[in-house]
């Protein structure tokens, strides 16, 4: 297994404005993946982020809203840019171990008002 | 397209009583298939999984599924709930490079 971090865990942000959230976990990983929960909904995964290459965002996410960086085997970060009420979601990010299970952290929980 | 189906939105049961949530996929190879738990104001964990081989397979928590082929499904069940079990589950589908989760069943435990 895999234990995942992520900061902020909660944030409370103006619209307009925007919020860089990380993830770290506690091994090399080649796989980091982010996710969106809007409430009482299930998850969606914004897009798949590998180290050294760009970030593989899936349809209806682009990198202008959600950029993402990647700098090594254990850290991520993902920003939501230019908020709006509509992206107060939690935020959440899974690796993959060798044994293809994903592990999430506990999530960011965005509040845009 | 992959699609994971959970028909039931809540399910009610009384605490020691049996439990199954139900989960239906579509894929068009043999999936690897999963199971979380998303207790409130948490993050997801794994209950279990399904990659190949015996397919009835044992989890964490006392829980179990069993993959069946033939009705795409991939069913969790518990024999005795606790108050604790209380939560949102979600099962999933995946290859290497995604999962697909279904919309969860929010499970509720009368004492």
């Known amino acids: 297994s895999a234990v995942i971090s992520q900061k902020p865990s909660r944030d409370i942000c103006q619209r307009g404005t925007s919020l860089t959230i990380q993830c770290q976990v506690d091994?090399?990983?080649?796989?980091m993946f982010w996710y969106r929960q809007q409430p009482g909904q299930s998850l969606t995964l914004i897009a798949t982020?590998?180290?050294?290459?760009?970030?593989?965002?899936e349809s209806g996410f682009v990198i202008d809203k959600f950029p993402i960086s990647r700098p090594n085997l254990t850290f991520s970060t993902l920003t939501v840019s230019n908020m709006s009420p509509e992206d107060s979601s939690i935020y959440l990010c899974?690796?993959?171990?060798?044994?293809?299970?994903?592990?999430f952290g506990p999530g960011t929980r965005l509040t845009v008002t | 397209a992959q699609s994971v189906t959970q028909p039931d939105i809540h399910i009610t049961v009384s605490e020691g009583a049996s439990l199954e949530l139900r989960c239906n996929y579509s894929?068009?190879?043999?999936?690897?298939l999963f199971w979380y738990v998303q207790s409130p104001g948490q993050g997801l964990q794994l209950l279990l999984k399904?990659?190949?081989?015996?397919?009835l397979v044992q989890g964490i928590k006392g829980f179990e599924a069993e993959f069946k082929r033939s009705q795409s499904s991939f069913n969790l069940r518990k024999p005795s709930v606790h108050w604790s079990d209380a939560a949102e589950y979600f099962c999933?589908?995946?290859?290497?490079?995604?999962?697909?989760f279904g919309k969860g069943t929010r499970l509720h435990i009368l004492p």
């Open positions: 399904y990659f190949s081989g015996d397919t």
């Open positions: 899974s690796v993959e171990m060798p044994s293809h299970e994903q592990y």
């Open positions: 091994s090399q990983v080649t796989m």
């Open positions: 894929y068009g190879a043999t999936p690897y």
């Open positions: 999933a589908v995946g290859a290497r490079d995604k999962i697909i």
């Open positions: 982020a590998n180290q050294g290459s760009e970030a593989t965002y």
